[in-house]
C-alpha cells in the first residue's frame, strides 16, 4: 500500500475543524517527518485520503507535494475537487497538472478547481465541445 512520504501538503491546504485549524495556514503538529501526533491525530485528519496516495498508478511526480495539486473526492459523484497550491497557480498548467486533468476527465464529468479565494469548474462535454448538459 502506498504512503504519503515526505508528503504534508494537505496539512497546509484544509481546515482541521476539531483543531480549529484555517485552511491554507500549516498544523502546528506538522512537521519535515510527518505529523507529530500520528497515533492520536484528528479524526478529519484520519479520514481523508487524497487520490494520488489511493491510486498507485498515478506517478511520483504528480505527488501532491511535488505537482502542487492534492485531488480529493466531491459529495458530487459525477465531480472531484483539485486543490491548487495558493503559491503555485501555475501548477495546473505544468505537465503533472495537465497528467491530473486528463486522468480525471477519463472517469468524472466535472473538475473543481480551488486555489486559494479563486474557483473555477471544468466541464467535460464543454471542454468536449458536444455542448451536452442534464
Ligand atoms: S496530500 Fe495525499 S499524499 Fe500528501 S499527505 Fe495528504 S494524503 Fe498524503
Ligand atoms: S494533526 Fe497531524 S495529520 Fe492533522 S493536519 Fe495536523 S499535522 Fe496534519
Given at each position: 500500500m502506498r504512503s504519503c512520504g515526505p508528503c504534508t501538503i494537505c496539512c497546509h491546504?484544509?481546515?482541521v475543524?476539531?483543531?480549529g485549524k484555517p485552511e491554507n495556514q500549516w498544523c502546528g503538529h506538522c512537521t519535515d517527518r510527518g505529523c507529530a501526533i500520528h497515533e492520536t491525530r484528528p479524526q478529519s485528519c484520519r479520514n481523508f485520503e487524497c487520490f494520488w496516495l489511493m491510486e498507485e498508478n498515478f506517478p511520483e511526480d504528480m505527488r501532491p507535494?511535488?505537482?502542487?495539486?492534492?485531488?480529493?473526492?466531491n459529495d458530487d459523484k459525477d465531480s472531484v475537487v483539485l486543490h491548487v497550491d495558493p503559491d503555485r497557480p501555475e501548477a495546473l498548467g505544468e505537465e503533472?497538472?495537465?497528467a491530473w486533468v486528463e486522468a480525471l476527465l477519463k472517469s468524472y464529468r466535472r473538475?473543481?478547481?480551488?486555489?486559494?479565494?479563486d474557483r473555477m469548474m471544468l466541464d467535460r462535454d464543454e471542454l468536449l465541445g458536444n455542448g451536452a448538459s442534464e
Open positions: 491546504f484544509f481546515r475543524p476539531e483543531t507535494d511535488l505537482c502542487g495539486i492534492v485531488v480529493s473526492f503533472a497538472g495537465e473538475l473543481y478547481i480551488v486555489c486559494g479565494e
